[in-house]
């Protein structure tokens, strides 16, 4: 089972609001991703990183931002939460097969 | 730019039978791996199997196998002797082991078991 750790879990926040969400992972791997995925529905990759300082947007456009500054946290921000950002967030990391944490659902009132 | 087609949707089976969900690919790369993921309903994406391209032999991991046809871009996962908690979303994904690549998804089979 892979060592990687999202919180929170499910978050309920009002319209405006900001949030960081964390994504921890203790297997020491370069690599680390970003997804937002509707539930049942396919990922879509929204932020990734090769390293520390690394970050690069994916092929979805996302209001969100991401910082790398230790090789095992890559928290994501959204400094004004909508309605649209509603979803479910997976956090991943690889050296060559990807991992993922359990996942954040998001609820924006 | 790689692609990863699932073409099945939903696919449902009958407890304890067999059943395959199929994959393709277009790569012109040599060197890549390619995986199927399972999410359980509001639970983690984990890994099912893993198939480096090249190794002629058929990933397998105990009820799990592949038929991994390299030449087609095929990559089909066999699920034998289907159990309830193998209800899921399934998705196949390549990666190109060459440089810096993302991992490409493809969109996905809802696998339905039926008691």
């Known amino acids: 089972e892979a060592d990687i750790y999202q919180t929170p879990r499910y978050l309920v926040i009002g319209t405006g609001k900001k949030i960081t969400l964390e994504c921890s992972q203790t297997?020491?791997?370069?690599?680390m991703y970003w997804y937002q995925q509707d539930p049942g529905m396919e990922l879509h990759l929204i932020h990734y990183s090769y390293g520390v300082n690394s970050t690069e947007k994916g092929d979805l456009s996302s209001e969100s931002t991401v910082s790398r500054i230790r090789t095992e946290h890559f928290p994501l921000t959204l400094e004004s939460a909508r309605p649209s950002h509603t979803s479910q967030y997976l956090c991943?990391?690889?050296?060559?097969?990807?991992?993922f944490g359990p996942g954040t659902r998001l609820l924006v009132l | 730019a790689q692609t990863v087609t699932q073409s099945q949707p939903e696919m449902s089976v009958q407890e304890a039978e067999t059943v395959t969900l199929s994959c393709t690919y277009d790569t012109s790369e040599s060197d890549y791996y390619l995986f199927w993921y399972k999410q359980p309903p509001s639970r983690q994406m984990i890994l099912v199997i893993r198939?480096?391209?090249?190794?002629?032999q058929n990933a397998t991991e105990n009820r799990f196998s592949v038929n991994f046809q390299k030449a087609a871009k095929s990559f089909s996962l066999k699920i034998s002797d289907s159990q309830l908690g193998d209800a899921a979303m399934y998705f196949c994904a390549y990666w190109a082991s060459r440089g810096n690549e993302k991992l490409t998804f493809g969109t996905g089979t809802r696998l339905t078991i039926i008691p």
């Open positions: 297997m020491g791997h370069d690599k």
């Open positions: 991943a990391s690889s050296q060559e097969t990807q991992y």
């Open positions: 198939q480096e391209a090249y190794k002629q």
